[in-house]
């Protein structure tokens, strides 16, 4: 019965962590303790299992067990080194995050547009040393570049474009600004990537500041 009452818990833990991103992305991570605790019981009935082998196996054997433990932990630990070269990419998206959380008023919600989903890191670090906590998918439009519109773009309540040589969306809208000659648009931040190339945000004046 014990380990009935910990599986539901776990699974209800489970189903109300995504329940909570479906509905509202922020502060997710603050609801994992539901499920990481009960699983803790599991995690030590394990490791006293894998203990009690260890210890009766042979003696002469503790040089190939020694080994053995070392690939154990290499395997649990090759995922994060591999993955770390995938958050480096993040790192430009980070530093506009950080720049936006020097320089937009602090009183304002930061309203961002862009063709890259990793403009949700830009929003996230931008709000990291606010004491409010906002949700990125509220205050980030997301589009494809064949969906850019000039007007569309000046006219909604935006105040920011984040867009990037890779996709062409950068290339694209400074043409569309070129074409009409009287937009108000100001680059707040030009970054040269490896992976996409010149990154540069764009500060869009709102409509009802005009």
Same mark, same amino acid.
């Given at each position: 019965?014990?380990?009935?009452?910990?599986?539901?818990?776990?699974?209800?833990?489970?189903?109300?962590?995504?329940?909570?991103?479906?509905?509202?992305?922020?502060?997710?991570?603050?609801?994992?303790?539901?499920?990481?605790?009960?699983?803790? @019981?599991?995690?030590?009935?394990?490791? *006293?299992? =894998?203990? &009690?082998?260890?210890? %009766? $196996?042979?003696?002469?054997? +503790?040089? !190939?067990?020694?080994?053995?433990?070392?690939?154990? @932990?290499?395997?649990?630990?090759?995922? *994060?080194? =591999?993955? &770390?070269?995938?958050? %480096? $990419?993040?790192?430009?998206? +980070?530093? !506009?995050?950080?720049?936006?959380?020097?320089?937009?008023?602090?009183?304002?919600?930061?309203?961002?547009?862009?063709? &890259?989903?990793?403009?949700?890191?830009?929003?996230?670090?931008?709000?990291?040393?606010?004491?409010?906590?906002?949700?990125?998918?509220?205050?980030?439009?997301?589009?494809?570049?064949?969906?850019?519109?000039?007007?569309?773009?000046?006219?909604?309540?935006?105040?920011?474009?984040?867009?990037?040589?890779?996709?062409?969306?950068?290339?694209?809208?400074?043409?569309?600004?070129?074409?009409?000659?009287?937009?108000?648009?100001?680059?707040?931040?030009?970054?040269?990537?490896?992976?996409?190339?010149?990154?540069?945000?764009?500060?869009?004046?709102?409509?009802?500041?005009?």
């Amino acid at each position: 019965r014990p380990m009935i009452f910990l599986t539901l818990l776990i699974l209800s833990g489970t189903a109300l962590i995504y329940i909570q991103i479906l509905l509202n992305w922020y502060s997710s991570e603050r609801f994992v303790a539901l499920i990481y605790f009960p699983t803790l @019981v599991f995690s030590g009935y394990g490791f *006293s299992k =894998l203990f &009690s082998v260890w210890r %009766n $196996r042979p003696p002469n054997s +503790k040089r !190939v067990n020694y080994i053995g433990l070392c690939l154990i @932990v290499l395997i649990f630990a090759l995922p *994060s080194i =591999l993955n &770390s070269s995938k958050s %480096n $990419r993040a790192l430009p998206f +980070k530093e !506009v995050g950080l720049t936006l959380a020097k320089t937009h008023p602090g009183d304002r919600e930061i309203r961002l547009y862009s063709t &890259s989903k990793k403009v949700l890191f830009t929003h996230f670090y931008a709000y990291l040393n606010k004491p409010i906590v906002s949700s990125p998918w509220q205050h980030c439009t997301i589009l494809n570049v064949n969906e850019l519109e000039l007007n569309f773009i000046l006219e909604a309540n935006y105040d920011y474009l984040l867009l990037s040589d890779r996709d062409g969306g950068r290339r694209k809208f400074l043409e569309m600004v070129k074409k009409r000659g009287d937009c108000e648009v100001t680059v707040i931040l030009e970054k040269r990537t490896k992976k996409y190339g010149m990154l540069t945000l764009f500060s869009l004046a709102r409509a009802g500041e005009r």
